[in-house]
Every structure is written in structure tokens, then in C-alpha cells.
């Protein structure tokens, strides 16, 4: 399912996809990935995985070309996704695994208020887990890769006085 989105952001990228172009399909789109949701409901789907990826990439490629403006609620949702997705997607699994064990334990949830509650307890355990998350790691991203770059001399004479070390008297390395 990733290859889709990194397919939409090459041909995005390549100048394929031109926003605001297309304002129909968004609406097809959306008929398209709700087909796919339901679709992969249908019990021995072996492609729902493939299905619901290019239907969301559909979706997404139909949004892309529509080039809505955004309201205000969808700008702080974009804002949470540009920071936090990936750590939400690293770590939402253990985290709701943990809910459930602690929460539910063997038993399954029945279909109520209660079992609502806990599921929806998860999920926001899940989204600020991601949140504090991201705010470790995520959020320092360039200062990391800043470090990185002002020591690269420094990590290229270290990975050379390694080779250097390595080389036996009177052989060179392509001697074997």
C-alpha cells in the first residue's frame, strides 16, 4: 500500500498531476474507496490489502487534481499528520495491544457503550502516545541530520583511518 503513495509523489513530482485541474473527481474517487472499503469486508478477500491502497490512492489522486481549500478543522488535522503520522503509524498497534490486554484482557468486547468506550480509549491512547512520540523523535529530525552533516568530515576520516587499518603490508585492497 505504500507504493501507492509513493507512486502518487513521483508522478506528482514529475509534473503529472496538476492541482486543480479535475473538480469532479473527488466525488468518483470517494465512490471508488467506498467500494473498496466494502469490498474488503467480503470474507476470503485476498486483495483487500491491494484494493483499499489503490482505492485511497485513487481518493487521494482525485483530491490532488481538485485541489480543494481546506477548512479549518482539515488544516489542524493536515498539521497533525505532517508531524506526527509516521510515529502514529510506528507505534498505534503495541499501543492499542496494550489497551486491549490491560482494558479487555482474553475476553472479547461486547458490541456496546462500554466496549465503544474502550476501543475509543485506545484509539486516543494511540493518537497521543503518537503525538509525545513524535515530539521525541519526529520534531528532531533536522537538528539530527544538522549534527550529522557538520561532523561529516569527521565521520569520513574515521571510516578512511578504518580502511587504512584494514589494508595488510604489501597487498593492496584489490588484491583481495
Known amino acids: 500500500m505504500w507504493l501507492c503513495g509513493a507512486a502518487l509523489a513521483g508522478l506528482e ?3 503529472a498531476i496538476r492541482p486543480g485541474t479535475k473538480r469532479a473527481w473527488p466525488m468518483a474517487a470517494v465512490a471508488v474507496f467506498g467500494a473498496a472499503l466494502l469490498a474488503a469486508r467480503l470474507r476470503g478477500a485476498v486483495w483487500e490489502d491491494w484494493g ?3 482505492g485511497f490512492a485513487a481518493l487521494l489522486w482525485a483530491l490532488m487534481l481538485a485541489a480543494p481549500r481546506p ?11 505532517a508531524g506526527a503520522s509516521f510515529s502514529l503509524y510506528a507505534i498505534h498497534f503495541p ?4 489497551v486491549a490486554g490491560v482494558g479487555v484482557g482474553e475476553a472479547r468486547l461486547a458490541p456496546d457503550a462500554r466496549g465503544l468506550m474502550t476501543v475509543a480509549a485506545a ?3 494511540a493518537v497521543a502516545a503518537s503525538l509525545g ?6 520534531a528532531r529530525t533536522a537538528r539530527v541530520r544538522g549534527w550529522l552533516h557538520e561532523r561529516r568530515r569527521v565521520w569520513a576520516a574515521a571510516v578512511e583511518a578504518l ?3 584494514w589494508k595488510l603490508p604489501g597487498r593492496s585492497r584489490t588484491e583481495g
Do not use: H, S, Y
Request: charge should be positive; glycine fraction near 18%; hydrophobic fraction near 60%.
Open 13 to 15: 513530482r514529475a509534473g
Open 52 to 54: 483499499l491502497g489503490v
Open 71 to 81: 477548512g479549518r478543522g482539515v488544516r489542524a488535522l493536515a498539521r497533525f499528520g
Open 95 to 98: 499501543v492499542m495491544a496494550i
Open 123 to 125: 484509539m486516543a491512547a
Open 133 to 138: 512520540f513524535a515530539r521525541v523523535t519526529e
Open 163 to 165: 580502511a587504512g587499518a
